[in-house]
Structures are given as C-alpha cells and as structure tokens.
C-alpha cells in the first residue's frame, strides 16, 4: 500500500486542453477526434520545439505548468506504446534501404523526451522512462512513491499516448485518440493505491485508464478499481 | 543568391524542421552551426544526409574540409557544384 497526494493536474486530448475543457467532458464523456491537433508548446522557442513530436508536445505541455515555480523535481514519463510514428518512419527507410535519419532515430528511443526535458529545463533531477502495458498509470505512481519516499519534494509523473500508425491497427486497441496526462505528486495521505490479485479479464473500461482517472478526480469519486490481467488496483481517497 | 543556394536554403528548413523560419532569413553567407542561425550536431548528421539525397553526392563525415563546406548556404553550394561536375 502506498501513500501520496496530487497537487495538481493537467490533462490534454484533442479539443480539451483547459480545467473548464476538462470538467465540460466529465459531466457527459465525448469521443474526441484523432486528427493532426498539435498541443502548443509556445513557451519553448522555436530552435527548440522543432524536433518536438505531438507525443513530446504533449508531455511538456502538461508537464510544464506544474513545474513552473518549483524546484527541480524528478519525473517518471510513462508510455506503453511510446514513439511510434518514429519507430514506423525508420523502419520504412529500413525496408526501402535508405539510410536512416539521425533525428528519428535518436528521437525514437524510449527515454528520449526526458531526456529533451532535462536539457530544455535544465534540470538533472532523477529522471524514468516505462513502458508497462495497461497499467501503466499505477506503475509509474509506485515509482513516484518510492522518489517521494527517498526524499523528492514533489514528483511530475507524465502519462502520454500517441496514436500508432494505421499498419499497427491490428495490435494496438488502446489508443482511440491521443492524449496526455500529467499530474504533481507530494507525500500525504490523500490517497492510498494497493494491488491484489484477480482472475484474469479483459479491461471494459470506456477509456483510455488515464483519462478515467481524470473522471474519478474530476467527479471526486472516493474510489476507482482498475484491472489489468490479474492485477487488480485500488484507488482510495482518504476522508 | 543563385538558384542552387535557393534550393539549398529550402532544402536546410525544410530537413531540420526550423519553425518560424523562412528563406529570406537564412542568408547566402549566414554562419548555420553555433552562432549565427545556430544548428548543432544532429543537425549536421541531418543536412548531410538531406543533401546526398537530393544531389546523390556523397559526403565524407571525416574529411577535414566538410566542416569548411557547411559553413554557410554558399559555401554549400559551391560544394554540391563542385561535386556534380566530378
């Protein structure tokens, strides 16, 4: 069991970028449309930005508000299917027998947008990248917990997919849209997390579990259970 | 600025993604690594590739005188002509 508090928060879908966006789409859940919506990353110049793929668009424009005014604070990005549109554009070079693009590729490794992160903050703070299936989210909050435990004043944890290229249709069902959550982790006991086992199922959740997890914080729901394969997660408000 | 220089400037924002940037901001003699329009390493590993595309030149990333070749959209220029002619 672990124990933590969420400072704040900040979510972007197409179409929902603000807190009011955010509270809009909780009242009545919409679906919102995949197309080629970028979110801004203006606060960055653009010699900076350019190499900035929608999925690294997206971390830092949750992430950077909730790290502004505070000291340097470790992050854990996670990300089941990560940078695919890279990965898919290299191994288009591959197979036409071209030679690869050094930008791609040394953007297509999983740890590459904290890495982007550290240098364009400046900061060299602790830093994790996870790919860890569908429970991702309750991966990357164990990690959190073990920083703050170590001492960390507040953690940034990152969760963002990028809609894969249509040839992975066939394997990838998780991602309708794409999209980012980033919340502000501190130690506290306004929520606890513990695992247990079940049996096997498939996930019936109506989102993407990130995003579900926005719904119970936005509807202040006082639990939220979430299963992935045996492992079965219990999300506690405490009173 | 010849034509060749045009195509090369087009050629410069159009590979390194350079938002905000239009040709008329990069001149002929402008230096493009470090100061001036500022590009780095990745950069450099990326117009080569760019270049030996569209000009199927090759390019040695070791030779001494590459470095004095990217110096700047004219000097580039030069470069490729030279090469197109051998």
């Not at chain 1, 900040?10 to 979110?39: F, K």
Request: proline letters at 6%; hydrophobic letters at 45%; charged letters at 20%.
């Amino acid at each position: 069991m672990i124990h933590f508090n969420i400072d704040q928060w900040r979510a972007w879908a197409p179409g929902l970028d603000s807190a009011d966006d955010w509270v809009r789409w909780s009242r009545s859940p919409w679906q919102p449309p995949a197309g080629d919506e970028q979110p801004d990353v203006g606060f960055l110049p653009a010699m900076q930005r350019r190499r900035l793929s929608r999925l690294a668009r997206m971390a830092f424009h949750v992430a950077w508000p909730l790290a502004e005014g505070q000291p340097p604070l470790p992050l854990v990005f996670a990300s089941r299917h990560g940078e695919t549109p890279r990965t898919f554009a290299i191994l288009g070079e591959l197979a036409r027998g071209e030679p690869l693009s050094p930008t791609q590729f040394s953007l297509s490794v999983h740890n590459a947008i904290i890495g982007l992160w550290s240098i364009l903050r400046g900061d060299t703070s602790e830093m994790t990248a996870i790919a860890a299936e569908g429970d991702g989210l309750e991966h990357a909050v164990l990690e959190a917990a073990a920083l703050l435990a170590e001492g960390a004043p507040a953690v940034l944890l990152v969760i963002a997919e990028e809609q894969p290229p249509a040839a992975y249709a066939d394997w990838v069902d998780d991602v309708p849209f794409p999209y980012a959550v980033g919340l502000r982790l501190t130690a506290g006991r306004d929520w606890q997390l513990s695992c247990s086992s079940g049996a096997a199922t498939e996930s019936s959740a109506a989102w993407p579990h990130a995003l579900d997890f926005i719904l119970t914080l936005l509807r202040d729901a006082a639990q939220c259970q979430h299963q992935w394969k045996t492992r079965v997660w219990n999300w506690q408000r405490n009173p | 600025m010849s034509e060749l220089e045009l195509e090369i400037t087009h050629l410069i924002i159009e590979a390194l993604g350079l938002e905000d940037i239009g040709p008329e901001d990069i001149g002929r003699e402008l230096t493009l690594f470090g100061d001036g329009l500022g590009l780095d390493s990745v950069d450099a590993l990326e117009l080569g590739l760019a270049i030996q595309k569209r000009f199927g030149i090759k390019i040695d990333a070791d030779a001494k005188d590459t470095r004095k070749h990217f110096a700047n959209v004219a000097s580039l220029a030069a470069f490729v002509s030279a090469r197109q002619a051998a």
